[in-house]
C-alpha cells in the first residue's frame, strides 16, 4: 500500500509524519525524499520512483509548490492520496515568511522572531503563497482528491477522520509534539 499526503508549506505536514512515524504503524514513512534538507532526501530528480520497493508499504508527504511538475506518476502509484491545507492564510504566510527569512523550518519560534529589516521581501512571499493556495485548490478539485485543512486535524478533531479515510489503526494522541509558533504579542506581518 502506497499512501501520499501532498501539502501545503505551513499546513501542519512536519507535525503529522512525525506522528504517523511515531506510531508504529507497518509503512514505511518517507518525508519530502525530494527535498535535499529533508532527513528522508533520496534524490533530486522531481518524482524519481525508482526508490520504492515493491511489496513494501509506504506514507509519503510530498510539498505541493507552484510549478512543481506533473504528480502523476506519484499520484497514480498510490493507493490513496490526501491532500493537507490551511484554511488560515494570513497565519499560514506569516508563518511560510518567517520561517524562510529565519531558515527555520522545523522548530518553534516567537511573534518577536518577525524580522523587520526584511519587510521589503514580504509582498513578494505573500504573492508567492497566494499563488500556491490557488493552484493547490484547482489541483485537489481537478483530481478530486480527498482533502483535510490544519484546522480540521489540530482544531476540529477530524484526525479519526483521516485514520478512517486512510483505514489506519493509530492509537497514538494527535497532534505528537508542539506548535511551532509561541504566541506572544500577536504582530502581523502582512
Known sequence: MIITILSEPRSGSTNLHYWLKKSNINLTSVFEPYNKISED??????FDLSWIKQNQNYVINEKYFPNCGDLSQLTN????VVCLFREDSKSQIESFIVADVKSNWKG???DTDIIIQHIETFHDKKLYMEQLKDEFTIFIKKN??????YEDLYYRGKIDEFKEYLDLKIDLPFPYG??????????SII
Do not use: H, L
Open 178 to 187: 508542539e506548535k511551532y509558533r509561541i504566541k506572544n504579542k500577536i504582530k
Open 41 to 46: 532526501f533520496i534524490t533530486d530528480v522531481r
Open 144 to 149: 478530486d482528491f480527498k482533502s483535510f485543512s
Open 77 to 80: 502509484i498510490s493507493d490513496k
Open 108 to 110: 518553534q519560534y516567537s
